[in-house]
Nanobody
């Protein structure tokens, strides 16, 4: 499995970005997909997860109502739509997958494969 995250950039506070995570491998639809982020000097933290079908999600409180996660299993791609961005959202964003995973786990150790990360910078 290989994951390629993209779509990061520099935007002003209040703006939006859409991240993508391209999955290379077999049976994307058997994997749950999550996004994590890591700010400088901080631990990697959970942002959101979507289940294999795309029917269920679980968000961190800090991004709930501002971020949306989706996936297109036919395209082997997951998406993170980020709206109303704040300076504290600045971080490197990573996508990760877990085979046969659900939406109940938010720990870094739970996920099997990781993308390389994409930088998101929000200016005030």
């Amino acid at each position: 499995v290989q994951l390629q995250a993209s779509g990061g950039g520099l935007v002003q506070a209040g703006g939006s970005l859409r991240l993508s995570c391209a999955f290379s491998g077999r049976s994307f639809s058997t994997y749950s997909m999550a996004w994590f982020r890591q700010a400088p000097g901080k631990e990697r933290e959970f942002v959101v997860v979507i289940d294999r079908s795309g029917s269920n999600t679980n968000f961190a409180d800090s991004v709930k109502s501002r971020f949306t996660i989706s996936r297109d299993n036919a395209k082997n791609t997951g998406y993170l739509q980020m709206n109303s961005l704040k300076p504290e959202d600045t971080a490197v964003y990573y996508c990760a997958v877990r085979k046969y995973g659900g939406t109940s786990r938010a720990s870094v150790d739970w996920y099997d494969d990781w993308g390389q990360g994409t930088q998101v910078t929000i200016s005030s």
